[in-house]
């Protein structure tokens, strides 16, 4: 089977060099592609005049839409205005990763975030989806649980939120200042764990259902998958629990329902194994990130998309950190990261082959037009933290400016 990253860095060798470089067979275009490839016409021919398409857009498929919680999906159901959302954002062949979206009625943790588990859902993300690949682009669901980010005022019946464990998240400073509270969560039973990871392969059945290329497990930035994935969060001592492989042991039986459900060159993940968001941190984030990768090859999923450290500062300059190496080299597939770039960090840490993409969340909600504006080095337009997940409909994520024609 060919991935993503042999494709894009066929493209990028082909840029590079101005000769491709496939067998026959390959340039007939009779390799065995991952379906949503076929759908986007990559195989329709896979020859000189097509590998020369995919050169000349290469750098477009290097810029990913990071998944960007938008808090506007009133009653969980995804807003017509979100067409407009992400079609601004569409390029043909870019890949876009939809915002956090709640596997079931418990997975919520903010305000009017979407979800994927109910009819109504998939049939409100179903334009939006068309929207996104009538220009021509890929479009990933992100599944999400939040667990204990999260508080009585967003679970069923007002019940406690479930988590990996009982500890509660003390209140944590939002952007605007303002602080945000959690409830005590209730550590879910070993008995419990099957319905959640089943949540999650029922929630990749529904997004495929609406449309939807593929999805990206959110097992990052400190919600359900890390909260059983990091030491500073799990205090389980069932087989959940203690070891690393305990630890991990959640997140890779949801890969495996999601793929034996959906097919695994239809799934992606994205891992913060150096994050310590919402009190979930780890005394060993290497050995945790590689450990990952290395059982997420034995499944061959499309993507691993990693959050790269905190920054460096070296000669007053904030540089990326580039901790994500080891698990880089290790894992077999497309490697996506995020966290911190611009334009020229982007291009340096492709060219030098540490990822094959790059995904930008605060540029990109800024800038709908980001691929363009990176291809002219124009200068880029400023996000308002203070429009960020509020309620309205446009203000803030669909009234940012294009470049002038
Ligand atoms: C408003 C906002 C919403 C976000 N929502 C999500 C989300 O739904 N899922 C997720 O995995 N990350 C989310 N993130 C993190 C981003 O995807 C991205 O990793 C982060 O902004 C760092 O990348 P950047 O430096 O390019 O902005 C969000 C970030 C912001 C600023």
């Avoid at 050169?55 to 017509?80: C, D, H, K, M």
């Avoid at 979800?115 to 009538?134: F, L």
Wanted: proline share 6%; net charge neutral; charged share 25%.
């Amino acid at each position: 089977m060919l991935n993503l990253s042999r494709i894009y860095a066929k493209s990028r060798q082909t840029a590079e060099n101005a000769k491709p470089n496939l067998t026959a067979n390959e340039s007939r275009g009779d390799r065995k592609l991952p379906l949503f490839m076929v759908n986007h016409g990559f195989t329709k021919s896979f020859g000189l005049a097509k590998l020369r398409d995919l050169a000349e857009e290469a750098r477009v498929r290097e810029i990913v839409l990071a998944p960007l919680t938008r808090s506007r999906s009133y009653g969980n159901v995804p807003q017509v205005h979100a067409i407009l959302y992400y079609s601004q954002r569409t390029t043909k062949g870019g890949l876009l990763i939809a915002e956090a979206t709640g596997v079931s009625d418990t997975a919520q943790g903010y305000p009017n975030t979407p979800g994927i588990w109910t009819k109504e859902q998939v049939e409100a993300w179903k334009p939006i989806v068309k929207a996104v690949h009538d220009k021509g682009g890929i479009f990933f669901c992100q599944i999400s649980h939040a667990g204990r980010v999260s508080n009585y005022d967003y679970q069923p019946n007002g019940q406690a939120p479930i988590s990996s464990t009982h500890k509660m998240i003390p209140p944590q400073k939002q952007l605007d200042d303002t602080m945000i509270e959690f409830s005590p969560p209730r550590c879910l039973t070993i008995e419990e764990i099957p319905l959640i990871i089943n949540d999650f392969k029922l929630a990749a059945r529904n997004a495929i259902e609406a449309g939807f290329d593929g999805v990206e497990i959110h097992g990052a930035h400190g919600y359900i998958i890390e909260q059983f994935m990091k030491d500073s969060a799990n205090d389980r001592t069932d087989e959940y629990g203690g070891s690393l492989e305990n630890r991990c042991r959640f997140a890779l039986e949801i890969v495996k329902a999601v793929i034996d459900e959906i097919g695994a060159e239809r799934v992606g993940i994205r891992l913060s194994p150096f994050a310590d968001y919402m009190e979930c941190w780890d005394s060993n984030p290497e050995e945790l990130g590689l450990y990952m990768v290395q059982s997420l090859n034995k499944y061959g999923i499309l993507y691993c998309h990693m959050i790269e450290g905190r920054m460096l500062i070296v000669d007053e300059r904030r540089q990326i950190p580039h901790h994500l190496l080891p698990m880089r080299k290790a894992f077999n597939g497309t490697f996506i990261v995020a966290r911190g770039f611009d334009r020229d960090e982007g291009n340096k840490a492709v060219a030098e082959g540490y990822t094959d993409l790059v995904a930008y969340g605060r540029l990109f909600l800024a800038n709908p037009d980001l691929p363009r504006r990176f291809e002219l080095n124009s200068p880029l337009n400023k996000y308002n933290k203070f429009t960020l997940y509020i309620a309205d409909p446009i203000v803030g994520y669909t009234d940012y400016p294009f470049l002038e024609d």
